[in-house]
């Protein structure tokens, strides 16, 4: 082959070398940012469950703290809840009777 086809391909194997190299390079930015990807999701999903942790103890605590309180008033007034219940089975019953 003359000079100047030699050269011509030589350029285009240099080309070529440097192309695969940005190709090998994409790639492993690619894999990079995808590690980094997961260590964030899986950075926030930890955190989501620490959240959801604090929202459950607390939840826990309110509703202990309302049952105790309903308790106490239920035990401290025994007759007006017998009279709400029996109200309420009356009430009940009347809307029974009324469907048949």
Do not use: C, Y
Not at 33 to 40: H, I, K, M, T
Not at 86 to 91: C, E, G, Q, R, T
Request: net charge neutral.
């Amino acid at each position: 082959m003359s000079a100047p086809a030699d050269q011509l391909l030589g350029q285009l194997h240099k080309l070529v070398a440097e192309l695969e190299g940005l190709a090998q390079g994409a790639v492993g930015a690619a894999q990079e940012s995808g590690e980094r990807l997961a260590d964030s999701f899986h950075d926030s999903l930890s955190s989501a469950r620490d959240r959801i942790r604090t929202a459950e103890a607390s939840l826990e605590r309110d509703l202990r703290r309302h049952g105790k309180a309903v308790d106490k008033a239920v035990r401290d007034n025994v007759w007006v809840s017998i009279g709400l219940v029996a109200v309420a089975a009356f009430l009940l019953g009347a809307l029974a009777r009324r469907r048949d």
